[in-house]
């Protein structure tokens, strides 16, 4: 029996804009974990860093990251929303984990290898051990339950490989100190957010809808206006047959497959509604019927986050305030503990 309560840990990294992806893709899963879990909801600015950020826009990114999780529906009443860099103790557990984790296992990360490019040589040290700092902010707060995007699924084996062997390692002082099943660090799981929520490019059905795609009308901004939201839709890429009444008929459509996924993930309903209601049907019908979902869903959201930016900046920030305070006063016993186990406490 784990003598762990469950406790979820994610974090997404202040650059760019949030878009449609963050929020069906993590976002919902965030928000519903809410009313069920601990749920502690942090923006990574110390992972930000590991390629470089301008301090001007690094410090508005924060603020506008943390204003898109209250928009979509954080609460800061019910979960911990801080940013990482004001809880020191990612820092020194980062460092404790480095010493616990091998060149070969992070060698393997193959997120560093894209990120790196052809130049490995000029990549950040911070870049190269990403994925210990990552491991520190789950298991600083010895977290349960991981959130995370298909992508981030190897640093999460990578957390639980360095929980395991830090275990393994210290299993005579974590056994002096009583820890009867020798865990200290419990093994986080992964939460895949499943492919029903893998949204895709709006100018091309078969790739990731992303932040970094050089056209706008690639992706539905969460701060977008109505008028571009619908815009948006309009001119989304589609291909010339009729939507299918059936679920199989979206096999090789992958536009048709993106569209009526948002669809549904928007309306919380299932594909198989969707097409229920617009199979067979006009491609410029289901436009509209998904752009006036898409303004009713969205835009009070991007509305909400202006609101925040212009005008209660200070809101903001007393929550991560407040949410750093929170998140300090659940890591601070565990890295005391964890500096005893290593033996730096001498006494
Ligand atoms: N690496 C994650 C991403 O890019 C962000 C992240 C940092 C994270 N620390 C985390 C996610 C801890 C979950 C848990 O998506």
Redesign the pocket.
Known sequence: MSHFSPRV?????PTGNLHLGNYLGAMLNWIAMQETHECIY?V?DM?AITVWQDPKELRRAIVDVTAAYLACGLDPKKSIIFNQSQVAEHAELAWILNCVARMGWLNRMTQFKEKAGKDKEAASVGLFVYPTL?AA??LGYHATH?P??ED?KQ?LELARDIAVKFNNDYAEAIAAAGINDGVFFPSPEPFITGPATRVMSLRDGTKKMSKSDPSDLSRLNLIDDADTIAKKIRKAKTDPEPLPTEKAGLKGRPEAENLTGIYAALAGESVEKVLGQYGGGQFSVFKNALADLAVAKLAPIGAEIKRMQHDDRAHVEKVLADGSARARAIAAPILRKTRELVGFVLS
């Open positions: 840990f994610s974090g997404m990294q942090c990574v992972h990552m902010d789950i991981v995370v995007g981030q640093h």
